[in-house]
């Protein structure tokens, strides 16, 4: 069974800038996650999906974060304009629902210069 | 809210010697309880997990936590450390119904020395 995919592993932009990462979760996966992790922290959640519809993203700051997951399958998160304190590693998981066992992809780690 | 402390941040055993991490965690009602592990530029994956039952959790990799609701705590145990054992371990807290909404602790960071 395939694992959850992101893209791209790495990113490093200036702030400002605008910047997109990529998930593919497991197939049949209904229920999708996006956290931040900073360095030394553990992962925040900030955004869940059910299928296609939101379930909470009560954390995301939505003034320059965004996430669309179209088709209930895979998902973008999106930064625009990103600052310097949104350096951290973006984690994608995804979950069979009903299962609570979330399986995580390798994550982006993203720089912020 | 829930919340998860891991008093922890880093701790080193030599191999072969038994492993203790802590995790407290605070929630009104009976928690959903994880422990994870993140090698380095890895996603984290489960290592067991507790709902209701008994206290006593086995997981993968010869890992084990027992759920202790009077100290509110989920302590991770593993009687002989493997120096590929090193890595970061993370406590999550989830709450029961509706869609699962899972707090993570800062981690504990496990050195291995041989």
């Known amino acids: 069974e395939a694992g959850v995919a992101q893209s791209p592993r790495y990113k490093i932009i200036e702030k400002r800038q605008s910047v997109a990462f990529w998930c593919n979760p497991i197939s049949g996966h209904a229920t999708l996650y996006w956290y931040q992790q900073i360095l030394g922290q553990g992962p925040k959640l900030l955004i869940q999906?059910?299928?296609?519809?939101?379930?909470?993203d009560s954390q995301l700051p939505k003034d320059r974060f965004s996430a669309e997951r179209l088709k209930g399958v895979d998902s973008t998160l999106k930064i625009q304009p990103a600052k310097l304190e949104d350096s951290a590693v973006y984690l994608c998981?995804?979950?069979?629902?009903?299962?609570?066992?979330?399986?995580f992809g390798p994550g982006t780690r993203l720089t912020v210069l | 809210a829930q919340s998860v402390t891991q008093p922890d941040i880093h701790i080193t055993v030599s191999e072969g010697a038994s492993l203790e991490l802590r995790c407290n965690y605070s929630?009104?009602?009976?928690?959903?309880l994880f422990w994870y592990v993140q090698s380095p530029g890895q996603g984290l994956q489960l290592l067991l997990k507790?709902?209701?039952?008994?206290?006593l959790v086995q997981g993968i990799k010869g890992f084990e936590a027992e759920f202790k609701r009077s100290q509110s705590s989920f302590n991770l145990r593993k009687p002989s450390v493997h120096w590929s054992d090193a890595a970061e371990y993370f406590c999550?807290?989830?709450?029961?119904?509706?869609?699962?909404?899972?707090?993570f602790g800062i981690g504990t960071k496990l050195q291995v020395i041989p």
């Open positions: 999550a807290v989830g709450v029961a119904g509706g869609y699962q909404k899972v707090t």
């Open positions: 998981a995804s979950e069979t629902s009903g299962t609570n066992e979330q399986f």
């Open positions: 507790y709902f209701s039952g008994d206290t």
């Open positions: 999906f059910q299928n296609n519809g939101v379930v909470d």
């Open positions: 929630y009104g009602a009976t928690p959903y």
